[in-house]
């Protein structure tokens, strides 16, 4: 990977390890005794080691010239494999600390209770996985749909390699006792502070592609991808504003308190779901769906009212999460509202992909990688009815802090963001690295009804314990008191629990089976085959290159 | 139609598509958040609201730590069921001084928003220490490294100052003070003790938390945190006598 780099690169790419090295030693001095200096020498680690990388290889002689006439699939290939890694250590803590809840002595000490390894899991997947799933496909969709290949081969590699240093922080962190506590937003000041450096190349990434591109019109994709670049980047700063106690300790006090904090957090966490886990994913579906069945997309027009409507109602809508706290009540109407109407963009997603497929419903039954992204399609319009639906007010008195929100949210999780990543990492690793196919097609079926299976046992289970906890919680008994104990309520759970985690655990089976493909089809040697289609100024030798029509 | 041909323009402009997503994006939270910090019915004035001593803002920090909020929340909601299992419901001025704010977003545990002086500090220690001690069917996480963990209170006063910093109104004396303050309310023998009823008011709990008066651990902020929760102001108190809840 370095040998692709020019001399001038591999220069400035030392520079930049070096910049990481320095800022990473200085923390380790001054946040020594706290757990910042851990972090500051994890930073000088990951410096060192790219130093070391790159002067493995600096005297290797420097790409040829011709370079510029194909993709720069390396930042992509190494996103794609990342992700896969985090998808196995993301599901396998998720397990775990779901049979936490079956057996809460299931630790290993502080590191290991529930409170600090649930955010180890949700980062993990959301951050590690599809982060990770989006970098990577997002660097192949924009170059493929613009005919450009990226402008410098060092930014790429800062924005991925940059980008999973902060999950690595933000992960290590929460077990030794780091954390913000913003649901979704733990990591600390200095972790947030790499993110938005790492965030701007990304977004300065892609504008200089776009830039470049052939092609006269922003193909669909793209305008999702720069949603969720630029939306992200604004949630991110403005929730995490805060006040570091000193540059040597790891602990911040939030710049908000009490409601404001309340109705911003939630702001952010309503659509870090919307512009990171719907967004960025449709940016996927929108390019892998019709590519992999062979069919333009249903309608362009769709496709506009569905991205402008989820671009503004989304931000309206996080206020539902606050329904009768001690946020305004005006808030909370407007935030029903806006959820309420944000159904129409989101089936007109939903509905463009599905109507897309028709004419390939054959290919639906036959090839298991489309069938993850049908039935990613189908996840995405049940969980956005389900999220519209628990957004009204009355049914949220019953849903809210029960076990059907995180049915809820795994069903979106799951069934929509794992399986429409599942779908096109299975579509974009034979592309990315010029194989026929993937290596087993039976692996792919099996992982896909483990997948489906494990999903549809999770769902079921907590939606159960979900509506049973909100039920048991609001019962009077005929003296007008109230019915059941919390522990009443907590002994019911029992049994779900364990079929949640049981449901968990095949979709953790499903997740490695799907690791160990992507790694056997890396590790077979490639036929010599040329992908003439597969280049920004394609060579038209009969074949037509493959390209989703508007 | 003309909107399509707008956007047909606009498609084939980054800069433009850019800054139209920006502008879009924009308007929900103008519209939702910033009002927030204007009208002043947001947020109810409460003259006896009164604040963290160092010693539960370190027991609130340590909550922080260990994830506490991903199973339990502080906001009693507006519904009878909730008033009657938890108390009065949660008004916006109590958590005013809460940065962040730990309203929570699921109870696989119950709400602590008025858990304060509801158990005894024993109970608290002895359920930190290990939970199906004293809930057998309990399935939260045994903290049996509190009790053995003592509590550092070299850098409380950054901690102050930082919260001053971000709008708490912590005096230089409280400030100055804030370490002492840690062992003195932990320790209601010692003579630290006397400072703290001084600058935090009289009705601050001055108890040896974790049963050890002799030494300051990590259980002793954690007990205290979890006892002045929902007792910082008596404003919540204020509606229900008047009939509240649904």
Redesign the interface.
């Known amino acids: 990977m370095v040998k692709q780099l020019t001399l001038i690169e591999r220069q400035n790419a030392i520079l930049i390890s070096l910049a990481v090295a320095v800022c990473g030693f200085v923390f380790l001095i001054i946040g020594r005794g706290d757990p910042i200096g851990v972090h500051g020498f994890l930073a000088f680690l990951a410096g060192v080691l790219t130093i070391f990388l790159i002067g493995r290889d600096y005297y290797a002689p420097s790409p040829s010239d011709d370079r510029s006439a194909h993709y720069y699939d390396d930042p992509s290939k190494a996103g794609i494999v990342l992700s896969m890694a985090w998808v196995v250590f993301g599901l396998a803590i998720g397990d775990w600390v779901a049979w936490?809840?079956?057996n809460?002595?299931l630790?290993f000490?502080?590191w290991s209770?529930?409170?600090?390894i649930?955010?180890v899991h949700t980062t993990s997947v959301i951050f590690g996985f599809g982060g990770n799933a989006l970098i990577a496909t997002s660097f192949y969709v924009m170059q493929r749909t613009s005919r450009a290949r990226l402008p410098d081969q060092v930014a790429p590699w800062f924005v991925l390699l940059g980008y999973n240093l902060f999950c690595i922080i933000a992960v290590t962190g929460?077990m030794i006792?780091?954390?913000?506590?913003?649901?979704y937003a733990e990591p600390e000041w200095y972790a947030d502070i790499l993110l938005v450096i790492v965030w701007v190349t990304y977004l300065v990434i892609y504008?200089r592609t776009?830039?470049r591109r052939k092609e006269?019109?922003?193909y669909v994709s793209n305008?999702y991808y720069?949603?969720f670049i630029?939306?992200v980047a604004?949630l991110h700063i403005?929730n995490n504003l805060?006040?570091?106690?000193?540059l040597g300790?790891a602990?911040?006090?939030?710049?908000?308190?009490?409601?404001?904090?309340?109705?911003?957090?939630w702001?952010y966490g309503h659509n870090a779901v919307a512009?990171f886990l719907t967004a960025g994913f449709l940016g996927m579906m929108y390019y892998f769906l019709p590519m992999r069945a062979g069919r333009p997309i249903f309608s362009y027009?769709l496709s506009?009212i569905s991205f402008?409507g989820i671009?503004?109602?989304?931000?309206?809508?996080?206020?539902h999460?606050?329904?009768?706290?001690?946020?305004?009540q005006w808030?909370q109407t407007?935030?029903m509202t806006?959820s309420l109407m944000l159904l129409i963009p989101s089936w007109a997603s939903a509905g463009n992909a599905l109507l897309t497929l028709n004419g390939a419903w054959d290919k639906v039954r036959d090839d298991a990688t489309l069938r993850f992204m049908m039935v990613a399609a189908v996840f995405y319009g049940l969980t956005t009815f389900e999220g519209s639906f628990m957004a009204i007010r009355s049914v949220n008195?019953l849903s809210?802090?029960?076990d059907w929100?995180?049915g809820h949210v795994h069903a979106g999780a799951l069934g929509w963001v794992a399986m429409i990543t599942f779908g096109s990492i299975y579509a974009c690793v034979p592309w990315l690295w010029k194989r026929e196919a993937m290596y087993s097609a039976r692996l792919v079926e099996a992982h896909f009804w483990f997948a489906l299976s494990g999903t549809v046992i999770y769902v079921f289970a907590m939606w159960n314990s979900g509506i049973i906890?909100g039920l048991m919680?609001?019962t009077?008994n005929e003296s007008g008191?109230?019915a059941y104990s919390?522990?009443d309520s907590?002994?019911a759970m029992h049994p779900y629990?364990i079929a949640r985690a049981f449901g968990g655990l095949l979709f953790l089976i499903g997740g490695c089976i799907g690791a160990y493909n992507v790694w056997m089809t890396i590790a077979t040697p490639a036929p010599a085959s040329d992908y003439a289609s597969d280049l920004p100024a394609p060579r038209r030798a009969g074949g037509i290159a493959a390209q989703p029509a508007e | 139609m003309s909107i399509?041909g707008f956007?047909?323009r606009l498609?084939?402009k980054?800069?433009g598509?850019?800054l139209g997503?920006?502008v879009?994006?924009?308007?929900?939270?103008l519209?939702?958040?910033a009002p927030?910090?204007t009208?002043h019915?947001?947020?109810e004035s409460a003259p006896d609201m009164r604040l963290y001593t160092p010693l539960e803002l370190a027991g609130r920090?340590i909550y922080?730590?260990?994830?506490?909020?991903?199973?339990h929340?502080q906001?009693i909601?507006?519904?009878r069921?909730?008033v009657?299992?938890y108390g009065p419901?949660?008004?916006?001025?109590?958590?005013?001084?809460?940065?962040?704010?730990?309203?929570?977003?699921?109870?696989?545990?119950?709400?602590l928003a008025r858990i304060g002086e509801k158990y005894s500090d024993q109970w608290h220690v002895a359920h930190l220490n290990n939970?199906?001690d004293v809930?057998p069917?309990?399935?939260?996480?045994?903290?049996d490294?509190l009790l053995a963990t003592e509590l550092r209170t070299d850098?409380l006063p950054?901690?102050l100052?930082?919260?001053r910093?971000?709008?708490?109104p912590y005096t230089d004396d409280m400030i100055a003070n804030a370490a002492l303050d840690a062992y003195g309310q932990a320790n209601p023998d010692s003579p630290q003790a006397d400072g703290v009823t001084k600058r935090y008011g009289e009705a601050t709990t001055m108890r040896a938390f974790d049963g050890q008066p002799a030494r300051l651990t990590e259980m002793d902020a954690v007990v205290a945190y979890l006892q002045v929760l929902g007792r910082l102001t008596d404003a919540a108190q204020k509606p229900l006598a008047q009939g509240g809840g649904q």
């Not at chain 1, 209770?113 to 600090?116: A, E, H, V, Y």
């Not at chain 1, 805060?242 to 000193?246: G, N, T």
């Not at chain 1, 999460?321 to 305004?328: G, M, Q, R, V």
């Not at chain 2, 069917?137 to 903290?143: D, E, F, G, T």
Request: a neutral charge; hydrophobic letters at 45%; proline letters at 5%.
């Open positions: 936490q809840l079956v809460p002595d630790t000490g502080a209770s529930f409170g600090r649930r955010p929460y006792g780091v954390t913000q506590s913003k649901e504008l776009l830039a006269p019109h922003i305008w720069m949603a630029l939306v604004m403005v805060a006040f570091p106690v000193s300790h602990k911040s006090y939030s710049l908000f308190s009490g409601v404001q904090d309340a109705m911003t957090e702001w512009f027009r506009i402008w671009t503004f109602f989304y931000m309206w809508a996080g206020s999460h606050l329904h009768y706290t001690a946020l305004p808030v407007l935030g806006f008195s809210h802090y029960t929100t995180v906890q919680w609001r009077y008191t109230l919390f522990v907590l002994i629990y | 399509f956007h047909y498609e084939r980054s800069i598509l850019a997503i920006i879009v994006a924009s308007i929900g939270g519209f939702e958040i927030l910090f009208i019915q947001t947020v920090n922080i730590r260990e994830g506490c909020y991903a199973c929340s906001m909601r507006t519904l069921d909730e009657d299992r419901y949660s008004l916006a001025v109590e958590s005013k001084y809460d940065h962040p704010m730990l309203w929570g977003s699921k109870r696989t545990g119950p709400d939970p199906r809930v069917v309990s399935v939260m996480p045994a903290y490294w850098d950054l901690h100052k930082a919260q910093a971000v709008g708490v």
